[in-house]
């Protein structure tokens, strides 16, 4: 079945540790989106990509960095200069060409500080 | 700023009863609207989208479109508890074929 899959599902991060958190999608979609979500609140755009190699940062990129190396991955890196990265985290990703188009979620990562 | 607003409610509701979620938009140019349900702790799904003004129904859900009054709602008839969630709204930028603009959302309880 196509889908998206993010992992993990939960992740611990440590004071000034870098953490990764994978997005794989076999939708053949070529635009993929990473947003934050804090309790109550609504999505935050970190990051998007809309081609293979090319992202651009969205409201919040401060403290994250990705990667758009192949067309079905978009890792997310959460760095030490990200100061409150206590979070749920969601992977989306939309077929290119037509605006008509919603997207599609992952399952979400929720990372704590610890 | 483009913006999407929504009521963050809760908004509850009787088992059996019409649920009305509403959301308006300033990006005159937006095409294409959607509406997501999350449930706590889970990812959004969509659920409805719309393109052209007037009603879209799929089973239990209508969703209303008011160009004119940059206004999209959804209503879902005979509401049952596992409505219960919060709903997204979303709008597509003009200027960006690949950008969704999104509400916080509306808190919808549905009380048995």
């Known amino acids: 079945d196509g889908g998206i899959t993010q992992s993990p599902k939960y992740l611990f991060r440590k004071e000034g540790q870098n953490v990764t958190l994978s997005c794989e999608q076999n939708l053949n979609h070529d635009a993929m989106y990473w947003y934050r979500q804090d309790p109550g609140q609504g999505l935050r755009l970190i990051y998007y990509s809309q081609i293979v190699n090319d992202f651009q940062k969205g409201d919040i990129a401060e403290g994250y960095s990705v990667s758009r190396e192949k067309k079905e991955s978009f890792p997310l890196t959460v760095t030490s200069a990200q100061k409150n990265p206590t979070a749920f985290y969601l992977c989306?990703?939309?077929?290119?060409?037509?605006?008509?188009?919603?997207?599609?979620f992952g399952s979400g990562t929720r990372l704590t500080v610890v | 700023q483009k913006e999407v607003e929504q009521n963050s409610g809760p908004l509850s509701v009787p088992e059996g009863a019409i649920a009305s979620l509403n959301c308006t938009y300033s990006d005159r140019g937006s095409q294409s609207f959607f509406w997501y349900r999350q449930y706590s702790g889970k990812s959004p799904e969509l659920i409805m989208s719309i393109y052209s003004n007037g009603d879209k129904e799929d089973g239990r859900f209508t969703a209303q479109l008011n160009k004119a009054s940059q206004y999209v709602s959804l209503l879902i008839r005979d509401s049952q508890p596992s409505d219960s969630a919060t709903y997204l709204c979303a709008v597509n930028q003009e200027d960006s074929n690949y950008q969704l603009i999104w509400g916080a959302g509306t808190k919808l309880i549905i009380k048995p």
């Open positions: 989306a990703s939309r077929p290119g060409g037509s605006v008509n188009y919603g997207y599609t």
